[in-house]
């Protein structure tokens, strides 16, 4: 019998790396300033859970050029939407799971 | 990963989630609320049949949607970028409601289903959107369309009475939506 926790991806359950998922699981796109502003983190911190994203295949980028300035999208690939809906139902099944050994 | 750490992990997510879905939400609520407020005023008063009625009935949704467009703008400037495709659909689907309940009144002679039947549309409409983006305020909205349209019904008030009533409902989400505009524009920046 494996242990329910197995369930859980490695590259998804990380604080910031679930943010991002979730974010972009409400947007048709999301830009790299609007992710560091709302998940509160710092650039290099957020090219780092970007890149663990997109090579796993959760979220892919997109650069370009808008009103001469740079800008990076970045949109979640159905695999993405998939893979944070069974992670958030998995933590949360595993959370739910812990209250009821700890009520009883 | 310990307990704690997915806890918080989870509540993390969350928050984030709120915010994008309030940030996409925002230009798309305007235009939903404020557009079928009008279609509801429409049937609840002789808007259709005076000039200033109509300008009004067109007035609402153009402002509406230019509302939505510098929200809309504002938003992909700051970058996030969404699709309106479910928001449309309710407000279609509101406004196709609403019409056909006030054709079925007039279709079938029943002068007060034609009158009121829009505006409880527009008012269950109202709520199934408050519980499904879980916004106490657009609930609010809804329980005052329904005190107006009861108010009228009930007292038997003029057209002018009751123009005047929805007029202020009207500058109140008006209002409520330049301040939600507002706050999430102080977030934003």
Known sequence: ?104 | MNVDEARESLAFSEHARKRARDDVGRPWLALVLLGSLSVASLSLTDAAITVTGLLWVFAGPLGAGAITLYAYRRNRSIGIDSSPAAYAAIAVGILILAYAVGWIGYVFHEPSLARVGPAFIVVAGYLVLAWIERKWTIAAVSLALLAVTVAIIGLDLTSDQSMALLFSLYGVVLLAVGFNLRAGRQQLL
């Open chain 1, 1 to 104: 019998m494996t242990h329910p926790s197995s369930a859980l991806d490695d590259t998804i359950h990380q604080r910031v790396r679930l943010g991002i998922l979730a974010v972009l699981s409400e947007s048709r796109r999301a830009d790299f300033s609007y992710l560091k502003e709302v998940l509160e983190v710092t650039a290099g911190n957020l090219s780092q859970h970007l890149a663990i994203l997109e090579e796993a295949g959760h979220i892919q980028i997109v650069k370009g050029f808008e009103d001469k300035r740079s800008r990076t999208w970045i949109t979640v690939t159905r695999k993405g939407r998939t893979a944070l809906a069974s992670e958030v139902a998995t933590m949360k099944a595993l959370l739910e799971g812990i209250a009821t050994i700890q009520r009883a």
